[in-house]
Structures are given as structure tokens and as C-alpha cells.
């Protein structure tokens, strides 16, 4: 079966889909992108959606979560905007979000409940809706397949770059395309900045099956770089399914499976780009951690230490320090036995069975300089294993962060 | 009943104790102070002790624990190092700890299990104890009351300056008096540094009371900086009461509870001094969470805002940034209703039910700029409250901890 193939193109690359993105002045900087509209032509397309576990979830996803349920997974529209996240803007930012979404489906002759609103930005500052209002004629008249690749700078806030790929395949003798952009920064693990994501697709998938294999793709990619609980108020991922490919993803077929790992790959590629851009980073270390008794444990230890700033600033100093690794591992919760644990880096033994492992300080600093890098973490305790994407911790986070915006 | 009164000393000030430091080369840099011996003169005195949880402890505190055990709670000395941490060094490590406190007790005249081990430092290289051993009879003829106050400063690491305190009152008509020294710095929480407490006191105490008390001071001090579970591996509050100004301190009697407050009161100044020194830090903010449905939602509020590194940068930036507070108090997994929650800083609301609270910019930017702050919570949910010490995240910290050491 051939596998999926990375092409040009945009969030209308798959069929049935056009998008465009306009400047509204959302955001202070004059003429900066910061509102997209992204429609779907097909009548009844499939959708799904992952949101923010956080307590504090802003207007926007508790409207997206409320749609999703009352058109039992059918959306045509997407409405997104960057600069103000419409969080902590109480029972008056719920209006906003529902006075869009209600605009948006008159203005497109669907249901308001087919249409999702999206927001990031500043916290706890109210959303004028009257900036997004005034767009949409604008936006309805230049939405095209040529204007949708402006939608990843759109969403763009602290991002360096816009975030986007493409994917291509076929299945059941079907050209299926599959498409993806997503905006993230921030320092993304514990405390990111909000995570978006929205991907469009021509297969034909009930909204339950696409609901099922996002949350499969989610798990593998987006939550790979963030904490489950440990969300911003504002993360959505996203997907619109328009069918207009002609082939129908049926569970428990293999063209399911294919297609599982297309949207796996397209989550995967995205949140690897929101590591690699997140906030002053220079580096991204994948950490795998094997050998602990349950996956709980696993898990632990992973994100203990792809959140410590100890190991985060060593990995930016380029320092073998494996102690720190050690030291976070021990204070994850997990009731780890350090005198059983290795460390590795790109293949490299750092520690052995919890102490030097004599390696050459030189050698070492020679692989942590590298830009990419894989940390294995063996417990010896037992069978299971957990991973985790990282990046470094530097000068750069502080002033982005520290800064009066 | 007279309070206690700050007064110039050392961990030798307080009757029964002699200390000494010097320079044995266990630091890289040359003629640095980094061994002090403390020794309690008096035969029997009680000794308590509170060690990290972490579970990669190191060498020297399971050897503290054993020997607090073995010995009932007695003890005559500490022999501290700083520059290696003797942790994730094996069997080895252990070998180290065992030898310098048992030459310890042979010059002294001891029994071994009277003598504690405490090291701070780099973590995962070998401890050469030949450096310790070969400085003992130095350290042996110039323990004194005068050279007693060189202890805190061989003690740093990374601290910024020594840490000390001594407090006098008077129990049952007898001068009573309790001094400490610390060593801190790291960012404090959640990843600190090792912390590091002796403390010296006159009055006479049983074991199993000074060990119930000390337990209680450290909880509303040093645990008050640093999560309990998520500590480095050498983490050590450790107290030696020789009994030498006749006060004994019986539980339940006024003199205990005057005891008690001077305890915490040490602790309370150290952990105060080791925010203060947090590395880079420039600010120290009390979180006082009010309002919680339990303690327990109450302490991981706090917490999950305390250790928040966008929380952390806008303190470091003055930036009245209460969405980053709120979002943080969303994730920190208690149940908190973000409709209903209040964020005053020193006193002054820029949250109210959840929404920004109409507060004027330039007002704000100026409590934030202060070098003190307390940042209020309300959960409004129920009657549990919390508190704890945070500082700012600079870019120093980033220097200081990615530096190649």
C-alpha cells in the first residue's frame, strides 16, 4: 500500500474546502493577519474536535464543544482569530464568540451550529466582535483555494513561523488529501501558550470515526509535547472531513488504518514544528524512557524531566549533566531505583546503573550540541515505556515572556 | 510572655556548640570555603532531622536517616561539604559518607551514628574523601565559638550570600537560644537546588519532641518554597539541641509553644533569605490562596501559580498579567470555577468574578514593581486556604544554569 507523501499546498488543498485570512486589527500591530475563515462547500461534512482540559476554558471552546454536540459532529465553517484569546472575559465573551459563529452561518446560509469559533491571543482583555464582524463580507469575497495559505500566519502570536503541512495518499484507488496548519510557541511544556490546530480533509469519515481517530492521532502527537490537564484555556485541535475525495473510511479496514496514519502524521508533523518554534528553543530532544513497571510510571518520569528547567537550561548549555536527569526522574512521583538507572544521548552512555558512566566529556558535548536529539532513559523496573517531545530553555523564553505586551 | 529577639552570632552562640570551616579544595576554585565541621559539646543532645523525599536520594542523607535512627536521636556533629553533592554515586557514594563520618567520630570521641553527613554540589562525580579526611585535624584546632561564623558561607554554591540567623527569648526565667544557617538559590521550586538547614539550639529538648517540631516549622517554611516530593537529592533540615541553658521545653506547656514559634521563626527567616537569593530572582511574592473547596485544592492552586513559568516571567516583567494566574490556577487540577475567581496584587483587584477588574495599567505596573508582593487569590468555593513564597524568573537564571560548570 503506498504511504502518505508530503506535497504542496493548503488547507484547501483537500477538496471541497476554500479559505482566506484577512487583517482586522485584532492585533495592535497595523496590518498584521489576524482573522481567517475556513469553509467547507459540503453539505453535512464530518467533524471532530480535541479542547483544553483547563478549568478556565475561554468562550470559544466551550461554544465549540456546545456545536459539536448539537450537530452531532457536522461543522461547515471555522472562524479563528489571533490577538485576543476571548478567555477570562466572562458570560460577555460567550456572546462574542456565539454573535460570530451566527454571523459567519447566516452570512454562508448554515446552521450557527455548524460553525466553529476559534481565538488566542491576550487573556482577559474583551473581544471587540464588531472587528470581526465588519470582515466577514470582505473575507466571504476572497475566500478561494489561492488565498488559503495565508491562514497559518493568521494564527500566528509568539510563532517564528507559519505552521502548515500537507498530505497526500490513496486509498481504495482514491486520491485522498489530508491538510493541516497549527500555531503553538510558547514554552509549550508545562505552561504553554495556546496550542491550535485545524486540519481538513476529503476523505468521507462519520463524525463518531473521526472523532475517535483524532483523539488516537492527539494522543500521539499533540499530547506528546504538552500534559493532559496541564492545557492553555484556549487549545482546540480541530478537523473538517468534506468526503468530496469520494473515499469512505470504514473502522476496522485497512483504508482506516492507512487513513489513521495519515492524520497521525499530519498531528505528528505539526506538533513537531510547535516544539522546534517554541520560544527561543535551539533545540529539540525527543525523550524515551523504558523499562518502568507501569505506564503511569513511564509517563511520570517522562514529563518530569522534559519539564525541568534544570534539564531544560543544561540541554541549552550543551551540558552532559545527567545528574539533573536523574534528580528529575526521582522526584517525578514514580518510585524509581536509581542505582538501576541508564542514561543515553543519541546513543551515547551518560550514566549506567545511576553513576558515570566514564564517558568523554568532550564526546558528550559534541552530541549535545546537536540541534536534534534522542535521550533514552532505561529504568530497569519492568515492561513499559513512554515518550515525550522537549526543547531547550533559553535566554530568549525569558525575554519574550518577560515582556510588557 | 517575651518574644523572640534577632540577635548578631552564630550557630555557636547558642551555649554547648564550637564550628569551624575551611577551604579543602572540593570546590574548583581555588581557596574557597566548602568544610565545616559543627560540633555539639554537651554528651547526649537531642538531634532532629527532615530530609528530601526524592527518590534518588543521595549518600549522605541515607546515611542521616540511619543514623538518626540507630542513635535515637542523638548526635554531636555535622561535617558538611559543599562543591559535590555525593549523589548518584552508588555503593561508592555511600562508602564516602560512612568513612568521613566515622573519622569524624573517632577524632571526636563519638560513636559514629552521632555524626551527620551533609553535601551539596555537582551531582553524579565521585567524592574524593581523602580531601575531607586530610582537613580534620585542621578543622579540629580551630573549632571554636569565633571561627563558628564561617559555617553558611562555605556552604554556597550558587547563592548570592550567606544565610544565617540566631534568635534570643527567654523560657521558664532562662536565656534560651536557636540559630540557623541555609543554603539555597536554584529557582527554588520546582526544581530547586539542594537546600540545605542546620540549626542550633540551648534549650533542652527530647528527641521526639524537637523531631515533631522541627517537622512543623519546616512545613510552614521550607516546604513553603519547595514542593514536598519534588526536592532535590540532598535536601536536610537538621537541629542539634544541647540542652546547655537549662530550659527544658515540655510539650504542651507554654514554653513549648514559645519554642515552637522561635523554630519556625528560624526557618521562616531562611526560607525567606533563600527565595530572596533564588537564582536571578529580583522579586519575592507570597501567594495567599483563599477560598478553596479543601486544603488540598487550596495547595495545588498555589502551587500550579507558583511554579508557573509565564507567571514567574510577568512578575520579572511588572506585567499585570492576571490571565496568565488564572489560566495556571485552570490547569493546576482542582476544580476551580474561573467565573468566580478574585486576583488582587497588594491589595488592589485586577480580576473580579473572573473578568479583568477595571484597574488602571499604570497603577498596577507600579504595586508590580515593587520588590515585596503578595498576590491574593479567591476561589470563593469554600473555606480552605494555602500560602507560599514564589520569586521572578530572570534572565539570570538562564545564565546561571546554563552555564558549563
Known sequence: MPSWNAVEGSLATPKGFRAAAIAAGIKKKPCALDLSLIVCDVPGASAAGVFTTNRAAAAPVLLCRQNLKKSRGRARAIIANSGNANACTGRAGVLVAEQAAKAVAQMLGVQPHEVFVSSTGVIGTPLNVDLILKQLPVLKEILSVEAAPEVPRAMMTTDSFPKSVVLQSKIAGKTVLLAGVAKGAGMIHPNMATMLSYITTDAAVAPATLQK?????????????????????????????????????????????????????????LAKMIVKDGEGATKIARLDVRGARNASDAERVARAVANSPLVKTALAGGDPNWGRIVCAAGYSGAPIDASKVDVRVNGLYLCRRGVHAGFDEEVAKKELDKNELVIRIDLHQGKSDAWIWTCDFTHDYIRINASRS
Chains 1, 2 share one sequence.
Open 213 to 269: 481517530m483524532l483523539r488516537e492521532a492527539v494522543d500521539a502527537s499533540f499530547n506528546r509535547i504538552t500534559v493532559d490537564g496541564d492545557t492553555s484555556t484556549n487549545d482546540s485541535v480541530i478537523v473538517l472531513a468534506s468526503g468530496a475525495s469520494g473515499a469512505a473510511i470504514r473502522p476496522g479496514t485497512p483504508g482506516a488504518k492507512k487513513f489513521q496514519q495519515g492524520l497521525t502524521d499530519v498531528c505528528q508533523a
